[in-house]
């Protein structure tokens, strides 16, 4: 098998790695030049690119040269920072980062760590909403009396993510939809229900001010979420979480925060996505075979091929077949979500790297494979 073949193989097989590598671990030292020389023919191959500037799957996780000079530092530090003493710095700059970041997102002066409130770092935008939900479990207990365990529920959007499936919780994951927060703060507030707002995505989004409005309604929240792995240019995982009360969360576990950019570089970083966005979306709406499915709010394009009248399944076959075969030519990689019951692909831009060329790029691949398989139909 040459690079190409097993870079190939590696996509379709699971378990390819196992066939290259010995059984037990080694029992004499090796040389780092065939360490690296295993890394370069045998792991890369099997690497999914998440900084390719043709990776547009799922949401983006993008990383920075910052970023890795961050977790460098961090990797040789070695840093423990359950507690304060376990690392004084780390345990300061966390909390002077989080404020730098609550101030450049307006977030009310509650969530800032001068208050109460404050901003730690969770490993994942999962975490920080169980450790949310946790929080707002023991408070409401301490009020009613742990026998009504059994009774306490949670709301969330029918499009929240799967993390949550599985708190009072709004943000949707499938299509970047926004829930309105003044609204749900009314019905939260007078139910005396904890009310958390999940933006792992489009909280990066909220630091430029013409999008900020998105999250107008947080002042209401009782806590707030954004990924920095995902569109602010910090290597996974680091996800950010910000309480008005900090009391219940003192125990959570942090990591180091490496936010290392200004806030201008990175609002042009993010606009600059949005705008690829809406060139894409553009492109969508010029073919009339394909069609735009749901508003597009940030820097993801929901769209979908339109089937032919007489089509059996509503073009889901046809879509999730489309999705097949652009990703097979292994040149982009984009993946699909289900709205309503509609198969729907789903373009994300956000790797660091992407310019417009290879949004043109994907979506030329988008049409020829379109055109193919509306002709074999
Ligand atoms: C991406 C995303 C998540 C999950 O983030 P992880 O850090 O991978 O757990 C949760 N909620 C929303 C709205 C997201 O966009």
Redesign the pocket.
Known sequence: MDAEQLREQAHKMPGYLGKLLPDSAPTYPTLLEHVLDDVQHKILPGVTHWQSPNYFA??PSNSSIAGFLGEMLSAGINIVGFSWITSPAATELESIVLDWLAKALFLPQDFLSSGRGGGVIQ???????LVVLLAARDKILKTVGRSALPKLVTYASDQ??S??QKACQV???SS?AVDPLPALAKVTKTNNIWFHV?????GSACICPEYRHFIDGVEEADSFNM?A??WFLTNF?C?LLWVKDRSPLIQSLSTNPEFLKNKVGLRAHIRNHIAMAAKFEELVVQDKRFKVVAPRTFSLVCFRLLPPPNSEDNGNKLNSDLLDSVNSTGSVFITHTVLSGEYILRLAVGAPLTEVRHINAAWQILQEKATALLENL
């Open positions: 799922y949401f490993g994942t935008a999962s975490e920080a909403v929240v993510h993390s949550l943000g949707t994951t970047t999940d933006a792992a995505y489009a990924n792995h995902k995982d996800s």
